[in-house]
């Protein structure tokens, strides 16, 4: 097995992982050890300088490449390495036990993909909306998710902490993490291929409730996913048809209001079933949710919360409607002091055989950033998000030019460009690593994001990884 922990400024719990990990009761000569450093700040990389039985990946000096692209690189270059198995992909936010391993190595004796489940950490008392989320996701952990693993059906993958066997890896194609929606999607992916991602209580991690976001899909993605899924239907692949349908499933509340409207109809009409029938199976139905609470392990004053989480969906629904949410970002910005800060540049564009001078933009307003891209015609384009930082938006604008074949040649793309993390947001400033001929050796050269010279390479993470390979 190859074990690959992803890491972005996590040094305390990273620290405590690679001990773990490195105490694992499983033979060590049958599983390796991968941390990727993902634009790390925090000396995470001194950390592991020592550890030489760890293989430390560390992308630097670039923005970060986030959770799903560092893991296709890595998994890609390891896809040659003979005698592979399986893989583990761990987030450094997790803690697991020493046995950890043996228990992954024996699922995977019989199934092609398992998921962990997740024992919350309380280092805090929990405010009462986080009381609601506690109780509702160890009542989906400990008996919706165990049963359906009994039952022979598939769970919703964590890619916090899974394995998977490089045989589905390779029949899946490619390695998605992230949010709620692509967890889902790439389960559905997995369930196509005729497997299915086994999950049990039996196999777990740990982390900080804190560190724990709250995941539920989208209604609009499940929507949109059964609507691609519905082309593949096929009967003879039972796990993927229910997971399929498993994505218009509705909550408690609205099956209560559905079976009030039933009794109350069939009170007056004959409708399918008589009124008997239709109230037996309600009494049955409650009682065996009674029951998944007894062995989920809900205590008698966590049954409140269980039943207010409907509630509370509702509330974040409304919340977050189009309308409310942009009324509250026109007040929030109406009665916010606005400070927009603009500069005009002048900068090159290579389609690979030319340049064309062009300019861009910088706009900073109310501190957060964005750039327009004006062409030698005069033609402008802006990026479409707002970022933090001046770099994050010469990013989004490089990825647009590159799509169209055209190269933003500005250090922030060059690959001898070292950024200034000063603390500022827009961290306009950088250091020129080139060693020119005329240079003296410990001279710190200056730079702007912006500017550009002769010997302006592309940087190419793939050839990042590669070299940190090598080395």
Avoid at 109 to 132: D, G, M
Avoid at 310 to 315: A, D, G
Wanted: glycine letters at 4%.
């Amino acid at each position: 097995m190859c074990v690959i922990v992803y890491s972005h400024n996590n040094k305390e719990t990273l620290e405590q992982l690679v001990k773990l990990l490195k105490s694992q009761d499983y033979p060590s000569s049958c599983y390796s050890v991968y941390v990727i450093l993902d634009n790390c700040t925090d000396d995470s990389e001194v950390l592991l300088s020592s550890e030489l039985s760890i293989n430390v990946f560390n992308i630097k000096n670039m923005d970060t490449v986030g959770k799903t692209q560092a893991y296709s690189v890595l998994v890609e270059k390891l896809s040659q390495v003979h005698g592979l198995d399986a893989l583990v992909f761990l987030d450094a936010k997790y803690y697991i036990r020493h046995d950890f391993l043996t228990d992954v190595n024996f699922y995977l004796q019989k199934h092609a993909a398992i998921s962990t489940y997740l024992e919350p950490i309380i280092s805090r008392k929990l405010s009462f909306v986080e009381k609601i989320r506690f109780v509702y996701e160890k009542y989906m952990a400990n008996f919706v998710e165990a049963m359906r693993a009994q039952m022979g059906l598939s769970n919703i993958l964590n890619s916090n902490a899974f394995a998977i066997k490089k045989s589905l890896l390779d029949k899946v194609g490619y390695i998605a993490v992230g949010d709620i929606n692509t967890e889902l999607k790439y389960t559905l992916d997995i369930s196509a291929k005729g497997e299915r991602v086994f999950s049990t209580p039996d196999l777990k991690s740990y982390s900080d409730f804190t560190n724990c976001t709250h995941k539920y899909p989208d209604f609009g993605k499940r929507i949109e996913l059964f609507n691609t899924y519905i082309k593949q239907f096929d009967f003879r692949r039972f796990n993927h048809v229910e997971l399929m349908c498993s994505l218009i499933a509705p909550n408690w509340l609205t099956v209560l209001f559905i079976y009030i409207a039933l009794t109350c109809y069939s009170f007056h009409v004959y409708f399918i079933a008589d009124l008997k029938t239709i109230l037996i199976q309600a009494i049955l139905l409650i009682v065996a949710m009674f029951a998944g609470m007894v062995a989920a392990k809900i205590r008698t004053n966590e049954i409140g919360y269980l039943f207010l989480y409907p509630l509370y969906t509702l509330c974040r629904l409304v919340y977050n409607f189009p309308v409310l949410a942009w009324g509250r970002a026109f007040i929030k910005k109406a009665s916010a002091p606005s400070t927009v800060e603009k500069m005009l540049v002048n900068v090159w564009v290579s389609d690979g055989k030319k340049n064309y001078p062009c300019k861009l933009e910088l706009v900073s307003d109310s501190g957060l950033a964005s750039v327009t891209f004006i062409n030698n015609k005069g033609k402008k384009y802006t990026t479409k998000n707002n970022h933090l930082r001046m770099t994050d938006a010469l990013q989004e604008l490089s990825v647009k030019l590159s799509e169209h074949g055209l190269v933003l040649k500005i250090c922030q793309c060059c690959k001898y460009f070292q950024p200034n993390i000063d603390g500022s947001t827009n961290m306009v400033k950088g250091f020129c690593n080139y060693n020119f001929t005329d240079r003296i050796p410990g001279d710190v050269l200056q730079t702007l994001i912006w500017n550009t010279c002769e010997q302006y390479e592309n940087l190419n993470i793939v050839n990042l990884f590669q070299n940190i390979g090598k080395k």
